[in-house]
């Protein structure tokens, strides 16, 4: 459930094209891979992350390993989320 939704969040800020959106998998790399997924785009990604599953991400948690795969990302929001 959450990593069909963060893959969407994803793609949509992100801006990817239906045929980058549908290559996207729970092992795809994320920083460093997917060269719109800059400073900025992960400030935005956190926001409407944060606005879709009602969570706060704090400074702090935001790092590499978080960001490392689309796996890890939907498994860091699921966390956040309680579930």
């Known amino acids: 459930m959450y990593l069909e939704e963060v893959k ?3 793609a949509d800020v992100l ?3 239906l045929e980058a959106r549908n290559s996207l ?4 790399a994320l920083l ?3 060269p719109e997924l800059d400073s900025m785009a992960v400030v935005n990604l956190i926001g ?3 606005e879709h599953f009602g969570i706060v991400v704090d400074d702090d948690e935001i790092g590499a390993s978080t960001f490392e795969t689309l ?3 939907a498994a860091f929001v ?3 989320t309680g579930a």
């Not at 998998?25 to 795809?28: R, Y």
């Open 8 to 10: 969407n969040i994803l």
């Open 25 to 28: 998998t729970a092992d795809s």
């Open 32 to 34: 460093g891979s997917i």
């Open 15 to 17: 801006s990817l094209t």
């Open 48 to 50: 409407a992350l944060e």
């Open 71 to 73: 796996g890890t990302l």
């Open 78 to 80: 699921q966390h956040k």
